[in-house]
């Protein structure tokens, strides 16, 4: 464990009561070769992805990282749902999985209409246990994060999942590469990330997205799609929002803080382009980095909404 510099940028002043007084940037490990998808677990562990690597590992005070799963088949985002049991994105069994109390892995949707899906990115479950994902092409488009394959649905798209009922719906449609996802914590708004951008526009998508869009959500339909914040350097690849409903966002430079009503707050600098981050420790009010080859966190002075 090592401490880089600590730097914070103040871009209003909105953010400071939000950053404990005197709290460093620590880094806890370093080793992967990109970090994403960081879950903690309620005994304290933190889970991660190290994509490329095909693996997950996992942290735990005063023990280190050890693997938690080798081959992950490409995991990436995850979630705990009500019961404590870890939800991924598989980007290499195209799938939605979770992992059951006996410590196996299942498969809980991988299809919609008949088609196999594309490679779930980012995924977040809602207070009714329904489970939101995120789909673009990623995991079959590069071949060190997949197995490859042909994409069978006609476009990149965000869906509800029931795991009571099996029931799937795509609830965003027309986004280009919708990658992380979180709710407002109340629900009444979902915001989902849109990267298109990391991939050269003469090769795949002329528009070279990298914004956070807001939906608002009524009767169980995401609506009113609007531009909520432009992420740069880098991209919204992960984000979570705390209890006040502030969104904290990965980016390249680091930790980026947008307000509810969109504006930027300000950032806290990591010596790494972030993948993905969560909320966690004791009481929730620890910030978890995945980073590119690093796990880094820092203490705040507000509790996420979710994990």
Same mark, same amino acid.
């Given at each position: 464990?090592? &401490? ?6 103040? &871009? ?10 005197? &709290? ?8 992967? *070769? ?27 005070? !005063? ?9 992950? /088949? ?13 939800? #991924?994105?598989? /980007? ?20 919609? %209409? ?14 009714? @246990? ?8 990623? #995991?079959? =488009? ?6 490859? @394959?042909? %994409?069978?649905?006609?476009? %990149? ?16 449609? !027309?986004? =280009? ?18 990267? &298109? #951008? ?12 990298? /914004?956070?869009?807001? /939906? ?21 690849? @992960?984000?979570?929002?705390? +209890?006040? !409903?502030? +969104?904290? *966002? ?30 966690? #420790? ?15 966190? =820092?203490?705040?002075? +507000? ?5």
């Amino acid at each position: 464990m090592d &401490a880089p510099e600590t730097r914070i940028e103040l &871009a209003d002043e909105r953010l400071r009561p939000l950053l404990r007084e005197g &709290a460093t940037l620590e880094r806890l490990w370093t080793g992967a *070769t990109w970090g994403e998808g960081p879950v903690c677990l309620r005994d304290g562990r933190l889970v991660w992805s190290d994509i490329p690597g095909n693996r997950l590992l996992v942290w735990q005070e !005063g023990r280190g990282v050890q693997e938690y799963l080798n081959p992950s /088949h490409f995991q990436n985002g995850h979630t705990l749902d009500h019961e404590g049991r870890i939800v #991924g994105c598989s /980007h290499g069994e195209r799938a939605i999985v979770r992992q059951e109390y006996d410590g196996n892995w299942k498969v809980l949707v991988n299809e919609y %209409q008949g088609k196999h899906l594309n490679s779930p990115n980012d995924v977040v479950v809602a207070r009714d @246990g329904s489970i939101w994902f995120t789909d673009p092409p990623y #995991g079959l =488009i590069q071949p060190h994060e997949g197995y490859g @394959g042909t %994409q069978e649905q006609p476009g %990149q798209e965000v869906y509800r999942f029931d795991p009571e009922t099996g029931d799937i719906r795509v609830v965003v449609r !027309g986004m =280009i590469c919708p990658n992380g996802l979180a709710f407002s914590p109340d629900e009444s708004v979902l915001y989902v990330g849109d990267t &298109a #951008g990391t991939h050269p526009a003469e090769t795949y998508w002329p528009e070279r997205h990298h /914004h956070i869009m807001a /939906h608002d959500m009524v009767d169980g339909q995401a609506t009113n799609a609007r531009l909520f914040a432009e992420v740069s350097p880098g991209f919204p690849d @992960g984000f979570r929002v705390d +209890v006040h !409903g502030n +969104v904290w *966002t990965s980016s390249g430079s680091g930790v980026q803080v947008f307000a509810p009503d969109g504006t930027r707050l300000g950032e806290i600098n990591v010596p790494e382009a972030i993948g993905n981050l969560t909320f966690g #420790g004791p009481d929730g009010s620890t910030l978890f980095m995945a980073a590119s080859t690093s796990l880094y966190r =820092i203490e705040l002075n +507000v509790r996420g909404a979710t994990a």
